[in-house]
């Protein structure tokens, strides 16, 4: 069983077709959520993602674009990106969002669980290792796929230790993976990136896919047509600062 782990599309649908062309076979697709929110394109990628993900969580984008409640924790550019989204999104399509559940989910057995927060708390940032510890301490399954910080990186722990985890790629602009074998005896958390705005210094597209009978999580980076998602965001009349991070995966 290969799965093909996204998370944090962000209505970025360049980003999300550039993934799906890089990715290598696989038998399922895992969704972490904020899937809408930030770039132009919520209602295509939405199109895509239902089709294709056996499992979708919800982020807290999701919630707040299918939402009229306040955005207490929302900053001034995320609630235009929220406010925006709201209006463009079809009702069909509202509705599916409304309806996602939140995690953890188990989509193969007991030792994998889907969140987009953390295992405590769906809207957790699982940042450093402190986070880590408690995170690896709630877990109910073996591995732990997370998202919702935008960044590619893990955790593992064995009871006593825990270690922070990370890829180190060869190249910047061109499509790069790294391995990661899964040891027996230790917990993990794992973060495949955020496919629609890295905030991890890299601007490619992030992926991951897990290998269950290899053992083995490959994080993935793609480079996408950066140029066309920065146009419609601003043909769109998001803020400007939302297609120019990109740039930078910041
Ligand atoms: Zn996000």
Redesign the pocket.
Known sequence: MRALII??I?SNIEALHAVLAAAPAHDSVWNL??IV??AANPNEVIDVVRKLAAVSIR???DRACTSTAALEDFSPIADRAVQWTRKVLTREHQNWLADLPAGPLSPNGAEVSCVHGSPIDEDEYLVCTDDAVLALRAARARLTFF??T?RQVGFAGNGEDTFSLGPIYSSEDEADQYELPLRGGFHYLLNPG?VG?PRDGDWRAAFAIYDQARALFTWHRVPYDLGTTQAEIRRAGLPDILADRLRDGR
């Open positions: 998370s944090d962000h959520g904020d929110g930030y982020g807290n984008h998202g919702h935008h955020s705005q």
